[in-house]
Each structure stands twice: as structure tokens, then as C-alpha cells.
């Protein structure tokens, strides 16, 4: 069987919860902590979170505002997996780091960032989240690889 990969499009963290994540140039995930500088670290269930962007592209499409990497709250934007169908407990490659699937979507918070500029946010249904098995570190041009 062929292995899946993605690649890394862009790395995202926000300083503050509730708001839009922005691209830095890479990132450092630790385990039992998540992305060093992510105001969503922690040792808890979504310590990283993955957004396909085939995702925004479908949301773009239909919005007029530009959906730039970080809008959903997406700390890792790919493109090449759709990562929505994998089942939690999958393990995945990420740059250096190896992560593990804890939860597929999420229940949005009502007025997020994004759905009160674009009136829907995809996060919920298509973003996936994992906790950090192995330090490492990712940036874009990387691979995600469905271990």
C-alpha cells in the first residue's frame, strides 16, 4: 500500500486565543506541551491542529474576504491529504515530529474570527487535531506522512 503524504503549506500560531492564527517561518512541537509559542499548548487533546487546503480553497470559493494560512485557527495548513477521513489514532510524520490524531472537528465557538468576517468556518467539520508523540519540528515544504 502507498504511503499518504501532504505537504507542509504553511505554519501557523497566534499569541492570544480567539484569534487568528498568522505563518511563522517553522515550528517546534513538544510532547505533553504542543507548538512552543501556541496560545493552545498544553498537555490536552488538541495540542496541534491541521487544516487540507482543499478546505479553504472550497470555503474560498465561496467568500469574498481572502482566507490567508492561519484563518481557521490552523496551526499546520497541508495539501494532499484529506485529512478529514483519518481515523483518530492515526500516526503522522509531521516534519520531524511524530503526532498522533485525537479528534476529528470541533465545535466551533460562535463568533470566531473567521465566521464573523465570512460567515462559516470550516475548522469545525474538515480540521483535525493531534497531541505531540515525539519532538520535532515543521515548516512549509515539508511532509506529512500517514504512518
Given at each position: 500500500?502507498?504511503?499518504?503524504?501532504?505537504?507542509?503549506?504553511?505554519?501557523?500560531?497566534?499569541?492570544?486565543?480567539?484569534?487568528?492564527?498568522?505563518?511563522?517561518?517553522?515550528?517546534?512541537?513538544r510532547?505533553?506541551?504542543?507548538?512552543?509559542?501556541?496560545?493552545?499548548?498544553?498537555?490536552?487533546?488538541?495540542?496541534?491542529?491541521?487544516?487540507?487546503?482543499e478546505s479553504?480553497?472550497?470555503?474560498?470559493?465561496?467568500?469574498?474576504?481572502t482566507?490567508?494560512?492561519?484563518?481557521?485557527?490552523?496551526?499546520?495548513?497541508?495539501?494532499?491529504?484529506?485529512?478529514?477521513?483519518?481515523?483518530?489514532?492515526?500516526?503522522?510524520?509531521?516534519?520531524?515530529?511524530?503526532?498522533?490524531?485525537?479528534?476529528?472537528?470541533?465545535?466551533?465557538?460562535?463568533?470566531?474570527?473567521?465566521?464573523?468576517?465570512?460567515?462559516?468556518?470550516?475548522?469545525?467539520?474538515?480540521?483535525?487535531?493531534?497531541i505531540?508523540?515525539k519532538?520535532?519540528?515543521?515548516?512549509?515544504?515539508?511532509?506529512?506522512a500517514?504512518?
Amino acid at each position: 500500500m502507498e504511503q499518504q503524504t501532504a505537504i507542509i503549506r504553511a505554519v501557523c500560531i497566534s499569541e492570544k486565543k480567539g484569534e487568528q492564527k498568522h505563518p511563522i517561518e517553522c515550528i517546534s512541537l513538544r510532547p505533553h506541551h504542543g507548538i512552543v509559542g501556541d496560545a493552545h499548548a498544553g498537555d490536552w487533546n488538541r495540542q496541534v491542529s491541521l487544516l487540507a487546503k482543499e478546505s479553504v480553497d472550497v470555503m474560498q470559493e465561496k467568500v469574498t474576504v481572502t482566507l490567508n494560512p492561519g484563518a481557521f485557527a490552523e496551526n499546520i495548513l497541508c495539501e494532499g491529504i484529506d485529512l478529514k477521513t483519518l481515523p483518530i489514532g492515526t500516526k503522522l510524520k509531521v516534519g520531524t515530529a511524530l503526532c498522533e490524531v485525537t479528534q476529528i472537528g470541533k465545535e466551533c465557538h460562535n463568533d470566531c474570527a473567521i465566521r464573523q468576517q465570512a460567515g462559516d468556518c470550516v475548522m469545525p467539520r474538515e480540521g483535525i487535531f493531534a497531541i505531540v508523540l515525539k519532538e520535532g519540528e515543521a515548516k512549509p515544504g515539508d511532509l506529512i506522512a500517514v504512518l
